[in-house]
């Protein structure tokens, strides 16, 4: 079995401020890793993953995560966030052989205020 | 295209009623998913279809729920009776490599 931990709840930041927001896993096997993005509202959308190669990561709307596996974490950056930024960000890990079947952590707030 | 569909967006329902959500995946994605978002439990994996067949569905949480997906574009998810316990967001997300997700159903029962 994957397990995910979101190491924070809630993040406040300024904007035009760097973020990260820690992500930790633990699984028997090799896993996949991503970082989804909710807006209120609205379902989630996949901001960047990790399967194989390169451990950094890029993704969509500036945003990069970096895959440690001797730490088995898999945190997320910008280095420069915006209002519209605000959001709920879950890290989440699947298996190789069932990409679709996603543990998820906990969620981490972001709230950017000016 | 238009992502994936879900229906009703809201819905708020008493006690012992039927509620049926409804999905319509993205054309042309061989699997669909049905998820569920509470603020105790988070986001947990109902039920899965691969070719419109059930694989897994160790995450429903009892016999009060079922799930069917009669063709490739379209989906439902039952609960019958209803408790307020299940109250959530309910998210339906298709696959093609990446999972696309649903806008989400939201459900109150009261």
């Known amino acids: 079995a994957q397990s995910v931990t979101q190491l924070d709840s809630q993040v406040p930041v300024f904007e035009e401020a760097p973020v990260e927001l820690r992500c930790n896993y633990s699984s028997s096997v090799s896993v996949y890793l991503f970082w989804y993005v909710q807006y209120p509202n609205q379902g989630l959308q996949l901001l960047l993953k990790y399967l194989s190669g390169s451990t950094l990561v890029k993704g969509i709307n500036g945003f990069e995560a970096e895959f440690n596996k001797s730490q088995t974490s898999f945190h997320l950056r910008k280095p420069s966030v915006h209002i519209s930024d605000t959001a709920e960000y879950f890290c989440?890990?699947?298996?190789?052989?069932?990409?679709?079947?996603?543990?998820f952590g906990a969620g981490t707030q972001v709230v950017v205020t000016p | 295209d238009a992502g994936v569909i879900q229906s009703p967006r809201h819905e708020v329902t008493e006690m012992g009623q039927e509620v049926t959500l409804r999905c319509k995946p993205i054309s042309g994605h061989n699997s669909l998913f049905w998820y569920r978002q509470t603020m105790m439990r988070g986001l947990e994996l109902l039920i899965y279809f691969n070719n419109n067949v059930p694989i897994d569905d160790s995450g429903m949480p009892e016999d009060r729920f079922s799930a069917k997906m009669p063709n490739a574009s379209f989906s439902t998810l039952k609960i019958q009776p209803s408790e307020p316990r299940d109250s959530a967001v309910y998210f339906c997300?298709?696959?093609?490599?990446?999972?696309?997700f649903g806008e989400g159903s939201r459900l109150t029962v009261l």
């Open positions: 997300a298709s696959q093609e490599g990446e999972l696309f």
């Open positions: 989440a890990v699947s298996r190789f052989d069932s990409w679709g079947k996603l543990q």
